[in-house]
């Protein structure tokens, strides 16, 4: 999920009553929270690397016993050398409530992203294999109203603060209000629970018991939604499983959430020799509107030069980096420069988030191959 819902799970937890747990718990919970997207720095790296380590190494089981030590270290460390070097009076933290603070706020990292399409590797570096929830968008504007809200609502004390909750709010309609895919009742929800939380802002003041219980509802009702679209996907899954042919068919599937729409869902199913893509929606019979093009698995259906090329590539470090993350790969020749050919690596989840190329920022590497014969462009 984004930074901001982690962030503002550890600070509901906090808002919730775990601040009184012991010194300095609200920073550990929201440190915490977001401990385990450490890996963002692999970004920095060479090309495809993120893609390769990301959802790994610091968010899997070993990391979950790892992560909540350093965390407490780190926060240990900062009550002693400079908080309470500055306030010598200052209550001292106490390590036992802070590392179960820091394990609490640490393990609801991965639950919450192993939720969405992209991924998660639960036991690196004993175990490569992904596992998908494929059960929330990775910015779910439900959840910002049902945590986010919580977190105005207990810490909007001061003038410019709240100037700064509404330049916040302002920034996360744009793409609820904005954004083509997102329903219109979607749209009129959100200004809706805007307004709600407004409405609460006046009649409770920041931090006392009426607050704190609000924001408890909110974290029930946070976690019976999660629950409820885990169980959702299930349901869904079976579904598109019969209306694409039954198991003897379906070699491998997503359902992927759409944005701010929990009655559809993004379809892509694996077959022998293609992905089949299509949108699934409740309201209509059948349920899955399937796209007319399939998306040809070249490596399998295509001619033994075109394997070899395809196998060529994928010798390259940057398409073997990119094969790590990948779920649904999809190879495409075009004519390079001069007498080169080129392979072009995409992932049929994101085959219409459109850079010209198709895949958008997620989209895999070209990369140049010798041409056995004059190419000829495939799709």
Request: charged share 15%; with cysteine.
């Amino acid at each position: 999920m984004d930074p901001l819902t982690h962030t503002c799970v550890g600070a509901g937890l906090s808002a919730a009553g775990l601040r009184r747990t012991t010194a300095l718990a609200t920073p550990t919970l929201i440190l915490a929270a977001n401990a385990p997207d450490i890996d963002i720095f692999t970004s920095f790296g060479a090309p495809y690397l993120s893609l390769e380590l990301r959802r790994g190494l610091t968010h899997g089981v070993p990391a979950l016993l790892v992560l909540p030590v350093l965390v407490t270290a780190l926060v240990l460390g900062w009550d002693r050398w400079i908080r309470r070097r500055r306030r010598p009076d200052a209550e001292p933290t106490r390590a036992l409530p802070l590392w179960a603070l820091a394990t609490l706020g640490v393990w609801t990292h991965p639950a919450l992203d192993w939720l969405n399409t992209y991924g998660m590797r639960w036991f690196l570096p004993f175990d490569g294999r992904w596992s998908y929830g494929d059960a929330v968008f990775i910015m779910d504007p439900w959840l910002w109203l049902l945590l986010v809200g919580p977190t105005f609502l207990f810490w909007s004390s001061g003038v410019g603060i709240r100037i700064l909750w509404a330049l916040l709010a302002l920034v996360l309609s744009v793409p609820v209000l904005l954004a083509e895919m997102v329903p219109g009742w979607a749209r009129v929800l959100w200004i809706a629970g805007i307004g709600v939380w407004i409405l609460l802002r006046v009649r409770h003041r920041p931090g006392s018991n009426d607050a704190q219980g609000i924001v408890r509802l909110c974290l029930l009702g946070a976690g019976l939604y999660l629950v409820g679209m885990v169980g959702q996907s299930s349901m869904v899954n079976s579904i598109v499983v019969d209306e694409a042919g039954g198991s003897e068919v379906v070699e491998a599937l997503m359902v992927g959430p759409l944005p701010a729409d929990p009655f559809g869902a993004q379809v892509v199913v694996q077959e022998a020799e293609t992905y089949r893509t299509g949108e699934f929606r409740w309201n209509r019979r059948p349920r899955v509107d399937w796209n007319d093009e399939l998306l040809t698995r070249l490596e399998v259906t295509g001619d033994s030069e075109t394997r070899a090329m395809i196998a060529t590539a994928t010798e390259h470090p940057e398409a073997q980096r990119y094969l790590t993350w990948a779920r649904f790969p999809i190879f495409r020749i075009d004519a390079g420069p001069g007498p080169a050919c080129q392979v072009k690596l995409l992932d049929a989840r994101y085959v219409d988030r459109g850079d010209g190329n198709g895949g958008g920022a997620l989209s895999g590497p070209r990369i140049q191959v010798p041409c056995p014969t004059p190419p000829t462009p495939t799709s």
